[in-house]
């Protein structure tokens, strides 16, 4: 790690802490009601538990194998780490017991693998259901419309526990089109928060990201996924 990188974090990070502050405060919450997850794809370890150092308590990675490669240098003692990435139901198994929430559920399939995984390790794993609000062909997630009958579905699973959604909505070339996307995302968040279903409950709503966690939080987001406005621009030929 150069001086550079670290005085950057370091700038980067008390900046977007400053801006989630800002975002809460318009609509009448406080830092404390949102969650800061450090998106940290292609991020090496002792990176990662330099912005943990500053403050940073959770982490999300993408790909599996990328958060084997790096659980044993994580600084997790008072971080939480969470999957964020499209997960593969034969992949489920390397991460249950490691990860303390799974925010990519899209399947009923990919919801019983993680429960069954789950019961093997005594334990019962947090997972969100991933919306594709765009309802994007190259996207994962339950369409809209499917989400009560996916809900109804895993809803009596033992061994996970629903505390929310998430959604990755399209690139948008104004904040007012992505706005329109978070506002729809939290008018389906509040619909199913009213209807009280046993073992799902609506405790996080996880959207925006580096470049629209703004836009996210002013329409209802208490959790925000950033990376590059923290850690700099990827090289994804890492």
């Not at 997850?37 to 982490?59: F, H, M, P, Q, W």
């Not at 993680?114 to 919306?131: F, G, M, P």
């Amino acid at each position: 790690m150069t001086e550079k990188l670290l005085d950057n974090i370091n700038y980067n990070y008390h900046l977007i802490e400053e801006r989630i502050a800002e975002a809460a405060a318009k609509v009448g919450k406080s830092r404390e009601d949102i969650t800061f997850l450090a998106a940290t794809k292609t991020v090496d370890a002792e990176v990662i538990n330099y912005a943990i150092s500053l403050g940073l308590r959770y982490i999300g990675e993408n790909k599996v194998q990328e958060l084997l490669s790096k659980y044993d240098d994580y600084n997790l003692q008072n971080t939480s780490l969470q999957f964020i990435g499209h997960l593969q139901s034969n992949k489920v198994r390397q991460i249950v017991g490691k990860v303390d929430l799974i925010q990519s559920v899209d399947s009923v399939k990919l919801a019983k693998e993680i429960s069954k995984q789950s019961a093997k390790n005594n334990i019962c794993t947090d997972v969100l259901v991933e919306v594709n609000i765009g309802m994007e062909e190259s996207k994962s997630g339950v369409l809209p419309e499917n989400l009560h009958e996916l809900l109804d579905e895993i809803k009596d699973f033992d061994n996970i526990s629903v505390k929310g959604l998430m959604t990755i909505p399209p690139i948008c070339d104004s904040k007012q089109k992505i706005s329109n996307f978070f506002a729809k995302m939290n008018n389906i968040f509040i619909d199913i928060s009213s209807k009280n279903i046993d073992n799902i409950s609506m405790d996080i709503l996880s959207m925006g990201m580096s470049a629209d966690y703004y836009e996210a939080i002013l329409s209802g987001a208490n959790m925000v996924r950033i990376g590059s406005s923290l850690f700099g621009a990827r090289n994804y030929n890492k």
